[in-house]
């Protein structure tokens, strides 16, 4: 039981490269999250996808693009890095935007720009 | 804005002692209360889902309880096992996005 699966796991760019996280779940949920985690700071949302089709930001969206390809799949770009994205991504899932149940997320990708 | 805090910000116990985490918040209507335990190199995985004021929860040595503002999770007789980061997060009446805290970094000591 897989759940929701992050790759790559690690990655580190320099300034200005562009890169592209992926994310794939397999418990048939409608909305899917992306955030990213920095010491003292918790977990800040980025964008989500509340349904297949949509994307909305977040509290932190700029610097990034999100395209959610299927229900299972909802992708993080970045296309033209900055030191200050340096941090840990998570990708997260729950069956429905609204609906009072926890989320479920992946285990990161820790991207370090130089 | 909905807010969260969560002290204190480290806690280092021996094993066997008792204490509490807290996790005060504000926000407009409260649907849920979320704890979850994350690990060093993990994703923050789910223990515990609150509702209303006076509501507990329990699973093994942790307890979560819910008052307006704030919730604790009291961890009883603690186990190296259980080091880890808890972070607690809310969701409110708009219902779209959850809220999470810093964490609280336990650090229990054998």
């Known amino acids: 039981n897989a759940g929701v699966t992050q790759t790559p796991k690690f990655q580190v760019l320099k300034t200005g490269q562009s890169m592209t996280l992926q994310c794939a779940q397999d418990?048939?949920?409608?909305?899917m999250y992306w955030y990213r985690q920095d010491p003292g700071m918790g977990l800040r949302l980025i964008y989500y996808?509340?349904?297949?089709?949509?994307?909305d930001k977040g509290e932190v969206p700029n610097g990034y693009n999100v395209s959610r390809l299927n229900k299972r799949e909802f992708s993080l770009r970045l296309e033209s890095a900055a030191p200050s994205q340096t941090s840990v991504y998570f990708c997260?899932?729950?069956?429905?935007?609204?609906?009072?149940?926890?989320?479920?997320f992946g285990d990161g990708t820790r991207l370090s720009i130089l | 804005e909905d807010q969260v805090t969560q002290s204190p910000e480290a806690l280092r116990l021996q094993e066997g002692e008792s204490s509490s985490l807290n996790c005060s918040y504000t926000?407009?209507?409260?649907?849920?209360l979320f704890w979850y335990r994350q690990d060093p190199g993990k994703g923050p995985e789910f223990l515990f889902t609150?509702?209303?004021a006076g509501e507990e929860k329990e699973k093994e040595r942790l307890k979560a309880t819910l008052t307006k503002k704030e919730s604790f999770l009291h961890i009883t007789a603690p186990k190296p096992e259980d080091s880890a980061t808890y972070l607690c997060?809310?969701?409110?009446?708009?219902?779209?996005?959850?809220?999470f805290g810093p964490g609280t970094r336990l650090s229990v000591l054998p």
């Open positions: 997260a899932s729950n069956p429905r935007v609204k609906e009072v149940k926890p989320q479920h």
């Open positions: 418990m048939n949920h409608n909305s």
């Open positions: 996808s509340a349904s297949e089709g949509t994307t």
């Open positions: 926000v407009s209507g409260l649907r849920g």
């Open positions: 609150l509702y209303s």
């Open positions: 997060a809310v969701l409110d009446n708009y219902g779209q996005n959850f809220v």
